[in-house]
Nanobody, 127 residues
Framework: QVKLVESGGGSVQPGGSQRLSCIVS????????ITWFRQPPGKEREGVAG????????YYSDSVKDRFTISRGDADHTFYLQMNSLKPEDTAEYYC????????????????????WGQGTQVTVSS
């Protein structure tokens, strides 16, 4: 029923920028919470950034704070992850995930909590 589609991945040089998009459809809940996750090669999946249904309250991992920005587009079914000052360590498969429940600073990054996931988009940062 719920479908998420990511786009915007690709190769970028260190210090560059990219914006990922996530379009959500088939969502029938009143509210929605969106989180961007990423999984580096050979490593565990980690939460990158989360945003409340209000489109204002956000959370970020320490590794990306002050460099990445999660936002809601003009349409309430579109979400973005603006990535600036990219580093090789940012190389990963990026996923957007949805949850009808609103999360907190202690729960937003728990991957097992999310039941709806996009297919992922690869971001490679290298020279």
């Amino acid at each position: 029923q719920v479908k998420l589609v990511e786009s915007g991945g690709g190769s970028v040089q260190p210090g560059g920028s990219q914006r990922l998009s996530c379009i959500v459809s088939g969502y029938t809940y009143t509210n929605i919470y969106i989180t961007w996750f990423r999984q580096p090669p050979g490593k565990e999946r980690e939460g990158v950034a989360g945003i409340h249904n209000d489109g204002v309250t956000t959370y970020y991992s320490d590794s990306v704070k002050d460099r990445f920005t999660i936002s809601r587009g003009d349409a309430d079914h579109t979400f973005y992850l603006q990535m600036n000052s990219l580093k090789p360590e940012d190389t990963a498969e990026y996923y957007c995930a949805a949850d009808p429940r609103q999360h907190s600073s202690s729960s937003w990054s728990r991957a097992h909590t999310y039941n709806f996931w996009g297919q992922g988009t690869q971001v490679t940062v290298s020279s």
